[in-house]
């Protein structure tokens, strides 16, 4: 398993360590909610040095871009990210992921998911049709994500970038904790608020980083947050995660993606996903919320009052803010509308549940 900067200090404070895509994640370190519970309340810090970052230079990287990604790279301003997709032909996604336009129309970072960084490469290399200066930094990129509605404040003695005003799906580069060259975002995947902090791993930069958040941090609350809560706190979102919600067989149009599906360049699948908008999807991922105890785990299946299978549950879980069980799933597009019933089936029951407006919370 493949470590990250951070790896010892989790085992050292007692977190619960588990593979995830490859390396030796955190899963919690006391438990999943009062982790979840510190995110909303004041601020949590999740190491996410396992995603995957490729910079993309030259007159060629925006092209390359627009090509391989659904969303329109060429609106972006330095200091801008997005949110965006790669399709393959048949218009599922191959990832979803984050475009940053650090010098427009030469430079760009694509930050990918952690499972998916050979295959998005690998992907993007064979696309380009005219030489694109391409470096995959994964490997020398650390990455901590603090998150929390009191994440800013706390950490702003730390930086010369103005944090506590930088908006959302913006980024902006200075020294963190004595470490320059730092890249400083505020994209989030827990909806409460926070920056995203990437680094180069050298000269104990990962060191100083986290001793300095925690020394300003923990006596006002902060706290480790491990993987567990991480997708509590994106579950009540209505976030997707690439292997559960997303996958290649699914589309935007179907994840409920067309938001960040610009037709009016061209892309890979295109024509694909402009035939399906104009057919109309046969399936669409909802969230629901069941109406009766018991947990909805990827892959069960979601029914109909009559027992005949309607769609899939790709997440779940017990709602540590709403006390409810919650889940997100692909079904048939006549049960998708909001307050829908539908059926979970667990084991030999079949647990009713609504289909809800999202995000949850």
């Known amino acids: 398993m493949k470590q990250t900067p951070f790896t010892e200090k989790h085992i050292a404070l007692g977190a619960k360590m588990a593979e995830f895509a490859g390396y030796h994640m955190p899963i919690s ?5 009062e982790e979840h519970h510190a995110v909303r309340k004041v601020a949590g810090v999740f190491d996410v040095s396992h995603m995957g970052e490729f910079i993309l230079k030259g007159a060629n990287a925006l092209p390359l871009i627009q090509q391989v990604t659904t969303n329109d790279a060429s609106k972006l301003k330095n200091g801008q990210a997005q949110y965006s997709a790669l399709t393959n032909e048949q218009g599922g996604i191959i990832d979803d992921l984050l475009v940053y336009c650090i010098e427009e129309n030469k430079v760009y970072m694509l930050v990918v998911n952690a499972a ?6 690998n992907w993007i290399y064979q696309h380009q049709t005219e030489e694109v200066e391409m470096h995959n930094i994964s490997d020398q990129t650390a990455l901590l994500a603090v998150q929390g509605p009191k994440a800013t404040e706390i950490l702003q003695p730390l930086t010369d970038i103005d944090i506590i005003n930088l908006k959302y799906y913006t980024f902006a580069k200075g020294t963190f904790a004595g470490v320059d060259n730092v890249l400083i975002s505020a994209t989030g995947y827990t909806g409460a608020g926070g ?12 060191d100083k980083i986290w001793n300095a958040i925690f020394e300003a941090g923990r006596p006002k609350g902060l706290i480790p947050v491990g993987l567990a809560a991480r997708d509590t706190l994106r579950l009540e979102m209505g976030y997707c995660l690439y292997g559960n919600d997303l996958s290649d067989n699914t589309t935007p149009l179907e994840a409920g993606l067309g938001w960040v599906t610009k037709f009016t360049k061209t892309f890979t699948g295109k024509e694909v996903l402009e035939q399906q908008k104009a057919s109309g999807v046969l399936r669409r991922l909802v969230g629901f919320e069941l109406e009766e105890k018991g947990i909805p785990r990827q892959g069960y299946d979601i029914v109909d009052k009559d027992g005949s299978t309607i769609g899939v549950v790709t997440s779940g879980t017990q709602s540590p803010t709403l006390g409810k069980p919650i889940g997100l799933g692909y079904v ?3 049960f998708a509308g909001i307050g829908s019933d539908i059926f979970i089936k667990v084991r030999d029951k079949q647990l009713a549940a609504k289909v809800v407006k999202m995000p949850f919370v």
């Open 195 to 206: 920056i995203e902090i990437y680094f180069e791993d050298k000269e104990g930069a990962a």
């Open 116 to 121: 998916n960084i050979e295959k998005d490469w």
């Open 29 to 33: 370190y006391t438990s999943i909610n």
């Open 332 to 334: 048939k597009k006549e």
